[in-house]
């Protein structure tokens, strides 16, 4: 038998060489022209992103809401019989995030409005968030009367640690990096500013539960994490949310401020004895039925996340050395969901470009929609608040500070560039290789 391996393939290099050879193929064929142009698309069914967690709904969610539904007793903290379900979900996710505490509410808003309530911030202080988020961050610090001040984004999407220290005053008591898309922010330099100047960190983990960084989940490196259920989101009930800490203090403070300044006996269990005169606070609580289904879900998590990670890792490696096309930076590959493939085109209207001809392919892709550059933003721009007395904007910092695009030109210029195609975790292997096909295709007549 022959043994000389000179005409062997060897699988890394052929992988390595697929993008190319796909380029040659389209060229000696009708794969040179785009669907766009009226060419055969890659695709004859539209392949269309999906909502993550609701895929993997089965028998185990559907026994914990029938548990639930027997018991009659749906609110968290009594009923009929004793209602175990949201109990359960805070010991599990604290254990899952690797934290002391957790904290079930109704929302990822609720979580973020109960985190900053927590950390104490209110009128006359000053929150560090970035320019490229959702409205919730923005919102929830305006109803604390604190002051929003936005810092750029960089290449990851994520705060731009440099910007994020030069926009510390006197007044900044927080900052809060939000992890986009299921990929971290740089916590590592973050950490290091924040530390450096005596600031308190919220972790805004909403779209990215169950990422990492550096080997720790994220939402359990600052001072207080959070994270959102939406049904959007990797796991979900529909609508929920979640707060995590370390902090007994800050952990008495979420529970009281999500409970009309309450404390009930299941909470004190796992806090001890607490340590706060009571304060008012709002009603943000969890149901036993959403509880029911985040049990559930939560279980199936590290299984999601990997498959988002595999399925990802297929298309961006297949990818990554196309000449010309930028991926979004990752402050840590291996700690990334792997939710999203994010491209960064030289300019819009090569992005607009590029979105629409992979679209034509049957293939979806969008400028990104998950969040937004904020400053612009009418009501922002403008300053609008619950009230003209509300002192956010009634101090002489509140007034002197401008909102608007001149206050976010970096952000808004990579925003404007970025183009987002969402990875399912269920996706099949031809999915994946009509993903890479249309990307390579597109490429090669947009940017070859």
């Avoid at 999601?304 to 196309?322: G, M, P, S, T, Y």
Wanted: proline share 7%.
């Amino acid at each position: 038998m022959r043994t000389d391996n000179r005409h062997e393939v060897n699988r890394r290099t052929f992988l390595a060489a697929v993008p190319a050879m796909a380029t040659a193929a389209f060229a000696a064929s009708d794969g040179a022209r785009l669907a766009v142009d009226g060419a055969k698309p890659v695709r004859a069914v539209r392949l269309d992103t999906q909502y993550p967690g609701t895929q993997f709904y089965d028998e185990q969610e559907r026994g914990e809401l029938v548990e639930t539904y027997e018991s009659h007793s749906l609110f968290r903290f009594y009923g009929p019989k004793a209602p175990p379900k949201v109990a359960k979900f805070e010991a599990e996710l604290a254990g899952f995030m690797g934290t002391k505490y957790a904290l079930g509410v109704t929302s990822g808003t609720a979580a973020l409005h109960c985190a900053l309530s927590a950390l104490g911030v209110g009128p006359g202080d000053e929150v560090i968030l970035p320019a490229w988020t959702w409205h919730s961050c923005y919102t929830t610090i305006l109803l604390t009367g604190a002051l929003p001040v936005f810092a750029e984004v960089d290449a990851s999407f994520t705060i731009d640690p440099s910007d994020l220290e030069a926009k510390i005053t006197p007044h900044t008591k927080a900052v809060m990096p939000v992890h986009l898309f299921g990929a971290p922010a740089d916590m590592g330099r973050i950490m290091g500013v924040a530390r450096k100047h005596g600031l308190k960190v919220l972790e805004d983990s909403a779209q990215s539960v169950g990422a990492q960084y550096q080997g720790k989940r994220l939402g359990s490196m600052g001072d207080v994490g959070i994270y959102s259920f939406q049904i959007h989101k990797l796991i979900t009930a529909g609508e929920g949310g979640g707060l995590v800490t370390n902090d007994a203090s800050l952990y008495e403070r979420a529970i009281r401020f999500h409970d009309l300044g309450q404390l009930r006996p299941v909470h004190r269990t796992v806090l001890g004895q607490p340590n706060l005169t009571p304060f008012p606070g709002l009603n943000y609580r969890m149901n036993e039925m959403t509880g029911a289904v985040m049990c559930g879900q939560l279980r199936k998590l590290e299984t999601i996340v990997n498959a988002h990670r595999r399925n990802h890792r297929f298309v961006r490696e297949r990818i990554k050395d196309l000449p010309g096309l930028e991926l979004r930076k990752s402050n840590d590959p291996d700690g990334e969901v792997g939710w999203t493939v994010d491209l960064l085109l030289p300019d819009k209207s090569t992005r607009d470009r590029f979105v629409a001809a992979v679209n034509a392919e049957n293939v979806a892709m969008a400028p990104p929609s998950a969040a937004t550059p904020l400053p612009p933003m009418p009501y922002i721009e403008n300053k609008v608040a619950p009230h003209p007395a509300w002192p956010t904007f009634n101090s002489p910092r509140g007034r002197a500070i401008r909102y608007g695009a001149q206050s976010c030109p970096r952000t808004i210029e990579i925003f404007n560039r970025a183009a987002t195609l969402t990875i399912g975790p269920k996706y099949s292997a031809r999915d994946l290789e009509d993903i890479v096909e249309t990307i390579t295709k597109v490429h090669r007549v947009v940017l070859g």
